[in-house]
């Protein structure tokens, strides 16, 4: 423990000279065409674009019994359009160095691709066909269906898995975010084709898109190539999904399953990013339970207990809301106790807050390691959008450091009180515990 406080000191030296002297600047710039705005980092230093967009819309627009019909049509979107089948559009982009993907979560419907400019007319068109012309052959379909099936049936099948998945289901159960997103082995069997491209052309549209670009190309240049790439989709936007509804408080549930080991999901209400308090909120959760080795709770459950490999907490923000939620595993005897531990930290905070120096090491670490966030094109791209989003502003990332900084501890001791209610904790544990 001496030598890896000492480490943490160290680095902490290390990060917090750097975010002191230079401020950390983002030139983000708006270039808006015929209805679409996009943000954008020029960097002209590496022959590299990343262009990034998204919608609102993902597994909130499948349809009951057939969850995980868009995640499944977006992965078969990179696996044959036009008159190229699979095996021809994958040669395409591996030829090309084209990265294209698309992806699809709880409440939106991403795609992007990143290239080296000399490649960028052959990422456009095949960008331009996957959207416009996706084949949905059979045989990609079943291929890609089988390999779902087997996730879900090993993601949902583990305590992990379980426990998650009745948590949710328990916290939002009229709500599309208590279903499995990427579906269950019955749901994904019952999926067919005509399915697929009817959730398709209700979420691929002209409008309701947000979108970000990072690398080698000038405002006019990017323009003229967003006109060109999303010209072929019909005018429109995705339907709007229903708002995040309040927590549903449910206690605690025990789902009986063999294993070595139980797991743990819990948590309550949170905040959600547009929340005045969502930064000083994120330094509190830091502190809590999401600085690895530094957090409250790894050091009360893990270092001097030895209950767990690992605990953390975090804010979910899908739908624009705010939950709150962590997770544990550990021995089924133990796992009583590692739990008894978490509130009695979660309370502890409530009570309490963070300490001067947890505040010192917390702050340090987020403005220190900013930089870091953005090392390349692709994680640039992803930032913006994501901002977007969220409904940052342009300047939001300029200001952020300072922003962090301002947050005193006696604004984070109050913040603690109003996000971390520990008689509210919903918990839900997978497996054969022993005590609960």
């Not at 949905?136 to 949902?156: P, Y």
Request: aromatic share 6%; glycine share 12%.
């Amino acid at each position: 423990r001496a030598r890896r406080s000492g480490k943490r000191a160290q680095y902490r030296r290390l990060v917090v000279a750097p975010s002191m002297s230079t401020p950390f600047r983002l030139p983000i710039q708006r270039v808006a065409t015929n209805g679409l705005t996009a943000w954008l980092v020029e960097d002209h230093s590496v022959p590299v674009l990343s262009l990034v967009w998204g919608w609102d819309g993902g597994a909130a627009l499948d349809p009951a019994g057939r969850e995980g019909s868009t995640g499944l049509a977006a992965s078969l979107l990179t696996e044959g359009a036009g008159d190229m089948p699979a095996i021809a559009f994958t040669d395409a982009l591996r030829d090309g160095g084209i990265g294209l993907g698309f992806s699809a979560d709880s409440d939106g419907f991403d795609g992007g691709f990143r290239c080296l400019m000399d490649a960028l007319p052959e990422a456009e068109r095949l960008t331009r066909l996957a959207m416009t012309a996706p084949r949905l052959d059979t045989a990609a379909v079943e291929r890609l269906r089988a390999r779902a099936i087997a996730s879900a049936r090993q993601s949902l099948e583990t305590p992990r898995g379980q426990a998650g998945r009745r948590f949710w289901a328990a916290a939002f159960p009229n709500h599309s975010v208590g279903r499995p997103s990427a579906g269950t082995a019955e749901s994904l069997a019952a999926i067919t084709i005509d399915d697929m491209r009817a959730l398709l052309g209700t979420q691929l549209r002209r409008d309701g898109l947000t979108i970000a670009a990072a690398g080698a190309i000038r405002p006019d240049e990017l323009a003229a190539l967003l006109d060109r790439l999303f010209a072929g989709l019909p005018a429109g936007a995705p339907a709007v999904q229903p708002a995040l509804p309040g927590f549903t408080h449910f206690g605690q549930q025990v789902i009986g399953l063999d294993s070595p080991q139980s797991q743990a999901v819990f948590g309550h209400e949170g905040i959600g990013p547009r929340d005045p308090d969502f930064e000083a909120a994120q330094i509190v959760l830091r502190i809590l339970g999401g600085g690895g080795f530094s957090s409250r709770l790894t050091e009360a459950v893990r270092v001097r207990r030895g209950l767990t490999y690992g605990i953390g907490v975090g804010l979910n923000t899908a739908f624009g809301g705010g939950v709150l939620t962590g997770s544990v595993a550990s021995d089924n005897t133990k796992i009583a106790e590692a739990l008894a531990v978490t509130r009695e930290e979660w309370a502890r905070m409530a009570a309490d807050g963070p300490t001067e120096a947890e505040m010192v090491e917390a702050v340090a670490y987020m403005t220190g390691s900013l930089p870091l966030q953005f090392t390349d094109s692709r994680r640039i791209a992803n930032t913006l959008l994501g901002m977007q989003q969220n409904k940052r502003p342009l300047d939001w990332l300029d200001g952020r450091s300072d922003r962090l900084r301002a947050v005193s501890r006696h604004d984070a001791a109050r913040v603690a009180r109003r996000l971390l209610k520990p008689e509210a904790l919903s918990v839900t544990v997978a497996g054969r515990p022993v005590g609960l």
